[in-house]
Each structure stands twice: as structure tokens, then as C-alpha cells.
């Protein structure tokens, strides 16, 4: 199977840290985001993987040369600006044959069932267990839903007992969510979806595609309760990384071996990569220190980002999900919270 990652948005929640290059190639802990889920995807069958692109494409092309990722082949479809989810979709599906039998190795149209992604999201669902109940559903597509607290800033989908999607309302004010089973950005599709898309202008596939689907009870949904986040935010980017290393979703190791934490120094739920130096008396908590950085002596980073290579001076204080851009300086006793250095970005 074939599947389409969205990867084209500018990020710009994640400001400064995606002024230059795309989150997707952002690190958490040992990898970039894409290589996560690329790894996924190649663990539940899938064999080619189509990167919808808008933003710095280049940067893609850079990380990846040998055209590979996670040992997955990998193809491009840039778009010349930006297509929105749906045009997106529609775009790559085109670019890569989907729907021709072409690149599916299949030779028939029937076999041309594809996967769609937010390439900003980290899960352990089951994509195989979803395929098997779009198949059996009969659906044209089918979406994964995850239960979130706060439904607000998510595709809010409700659904009736036999898991036909009733509604589809992106982003609703946090009273008038009519669910807490929000869309998690993983999608199956048959090729007749390409079809619903306009061509020739941006389409959103939440905002158009999927309320009207909904509206003919066209669309399919299944629930999930796997390990799921989107790390399009400071907040939750430090949450994916944290929960990979203190057991909540893996034990990966926080401090890279490369990195130097002083003796002195305090870490807890952080994660420090690779040639960071951490000073005595510094305190990390649910820290992100990204490659390079130095931490002084008796600093302090509290629910906040240091980019790459950034200084922060001894005694500072970051706090608040403040983010630091890559090599940026913060003067020795500066005290931050809630913050974006440079803030112009
Ligand atoms: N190629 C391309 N072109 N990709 C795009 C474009 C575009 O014009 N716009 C956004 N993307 C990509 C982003 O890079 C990201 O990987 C994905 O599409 C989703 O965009 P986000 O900006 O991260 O959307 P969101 O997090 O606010 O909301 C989406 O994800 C939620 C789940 O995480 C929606 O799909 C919601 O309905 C969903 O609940
Ligand atoms: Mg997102």
C-alpha cells in the first residue's frame, strides 16, 4: 500500500524552530518526526511512501539523498504553493499514480486503497486493524478518531453506533464540540475521493471534503485508544519527547551520549541531544535541549525548547513553554517565561 504524508505546512506554531526548515525533520529525541512515522508505516506494510510538499522542499531532499527513509522508498510531489490538506492529497495522489494502478505494483485499480497522513503526528495505532474495517465497512474512507480533553483545536467527528461519521466540524469553540473523539490525522481512501476535490485551488480536506462526505453518511470512522499525539505545538512537542523516554511510550535514553550534563546538574523529564554541555547547578524539567546547545551553570529551563546550538547563560531562567531559536544567546541571570526568541519569527 501506498501512502500519502502531508508535509507542506509552514509550522508556524513551532516558531522559531520551523523558520528554516520543515517540523517534519524537527528531532524528537533520536529522529527526525518524519523518520517516526515513516518507521510506523513500514511496520504495518506499507511499501512506498509519497511526501506531499510545499514548504522548503529542498530541505527533504537534503536529509534524505539516497531518496530513502526508515527503508521505505520515498517520492516527492511539491506543490508550486500550497494546495491546503485536501488539494494536497489530491495533488500527490495524482503525481504518484494513484488511482492508475500506477507505483502500487498492483496493476488494477481495485488494489490502489491508499493511506493518508499528518505528517506531524506520532501514534502506535494499528493502521492494519483500520484497513481490514474500511474493508469491511465498504467505505470510501475511513478516518481514525483518538479521545482528547480539550477537543478544540482538533477535526471534531462525531459518530453514530455503527461508526458512520455524523458531522465534521474542524476546530469548534471548546463549549460547542459536539465530541471528544477528534480526527488523528490518519486516513484510508479509495482513489474515488480524488473525485470530491476541486482542482485548480486550495481545498481543505477538513473544512470541505470530510463535512460533506459526512453529510451523505459517506464517511467511515474507527476509534482508537493507541498512543497518540500531534506534535505541531511547543507544548506538545516536548510531551511526544518526554513520553519517549520516562516509559509513558518508550525508554529511549534522554541523555545522548555525546551530551555533557555536569554531575551537579538536575534532569527530569527532558531530553538532551546530542553535543549539549549542561552546567553545574542547572536544572532541566519537561526541557527539550536540541544538538549543540549549552545550558550555564545554575540555569534553569522549565517547560521550555532550546533550539540547536542556542546559549543560555548561567543563572537564566526559561520557563513557560518559552522557545529558544536555533543558536540564539540568552544572557546570563535573563529571566523568560511564555516567550519566542527571536519573536519577530
Ligand atoms: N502539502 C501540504 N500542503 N501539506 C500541508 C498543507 C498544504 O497546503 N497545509 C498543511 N499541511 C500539512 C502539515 O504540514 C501537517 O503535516 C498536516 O498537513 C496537518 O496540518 P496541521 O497544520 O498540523 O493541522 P492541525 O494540526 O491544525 O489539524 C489537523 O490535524 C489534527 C490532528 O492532529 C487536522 O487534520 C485536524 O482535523 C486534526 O484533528
Ligand atoms: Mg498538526
Redesign the pocket.
Given at each position: 500500500m501506498q501512502a500519502v504524508?502531508?508535509?507542506?505546512?509552514?509550522?508556524?506554531?513551532l516558531r522559531p524552530l520551523t523558520r528554516d526548515i520543515?517540523?517534519?525533520l524537527l528531532p524528537v529525541v533520536d529522529r527526525p518526526i518524519i523518520e517516526h512515522v515513516v518507521a510506523h508505516l513500514a511496520g504495518h506494510g506499507v511499501t512506498r511512501v509519497v511526501l506531499?510538499?510545499?514548504?522548503r522542499p529542498g530541505v527533504f531532499a537534503d536529509a534524505y539523498p539516497d531518496g530513502t527513509c526508515a527503508g521505505l522508498p520515498l517520492h516527492y510531489?511539491v506543490?508550486s504553493e500550497?494546495?491546503?490538506?485536501a488539494?494536497?492529497v489530491r495533488?500527490?495522489a495524482l503525481e504518484a499514480g494513484i488511482g492508475t494502478g500506477i507505483g502500487s505494483g498492483s496493476g488494477s485499480e481495485d488494489c490502489d486503497t491508499f493511506l493518508v497522513?499528518?505528517?506531524?503526528?506520532l501514534t502506535d495505532l494499528d493502521i492494519g486493524a483500520m484497513v481490514a474495517s474500511h474493508r469491511a465497512a465498504g467505505a470510501e474512507a475511513t478516518l481514525a478518531l483518538t479521545e482528547v480533553d480539550d477537543p478544540s483545536?482538533?477535526?471534531?467527528?462525531p459518530t453514530d453506533a455503527e461508526g458512520r461519521v455524523v458531522g465534521?466540524v474542524?476546530?469548534p469553540d471548546a463549549e460547542s464540540a459536539p465530541s471528544r473523539w477528534?480526527?488523528?490525522?490518519t486516513y484510508v481512501l479509495e482513489p474515488s475521493i480524488l473525485d470530491r476535490i476541486p482542482d485548480g485551488r486550495?481545498v481543505s480536506?477538513?473544512r470541505e471534503v470530510?463535512p460533506a462526505m459526512a453529510t451523505e453518511r459517506r464517511l467511515h470512522a474507527v476509534r482508537s485508544d493507541a498512543y497518540w499525539i500531534?506534535t505541531?505545538t511547543p507544548e506538545a512537542y516536548i510531551r511526544a519527547q518526554v513520553d519517549l523516554v520516562d516509559g509513558t511510550r518508550g525508554d529511549l535514553p534522554a541523555v545522548h551520549p555525546s551530551a555533557q550534563v555536569d554531575p551537579g546538574a538536575d534532569v527530569e523529564r527532558s531530553v538532551v541531544m546530542a553535543g549539549v554541555t549542561v552546567g553545574p547547578g542547572a536544572r532541566l524539567c519537561d526541557a527539550v535541549i536540541m544538538a549543540g546547545a549549552t545550558i550555564g551553570a545554575d540555569a534553569t529551563v522549565d517547560h521550555s525548547i532550546v533550539g540547536s546550538g542556542a546559549q543560555v547563560g548561567s543563572g537564566a531562567s526559561i520557563a513557560g513553554l518559552t522557545v529558544i531559536g536555533a543558536t540564539e544567546r540568552v544572557g546570563a541571570g535573563i529571566q523568560l517565561a511564555g516567550v519566542r526568541i527571536p519573536g519577530d519569527s
Open positions: 504524508i502531508l508535509v507542506g505546512g509552514f509550522g508556524t506554531r520543515p517540523k517534519q506531499s510538499l510545499g514548504f510531489a506543490e500550497p494546495l491546503d490538506t488539494g494536497a495533488f500527490a497522513l499528518n505528517g506531524d503526528v483545536r482538533y477535526g471534531v467527528v465534521f474542524e476546530k477528534i480526527n488523528a490525522g486550495p480536506i477538513e470530510f500531534d505541531g
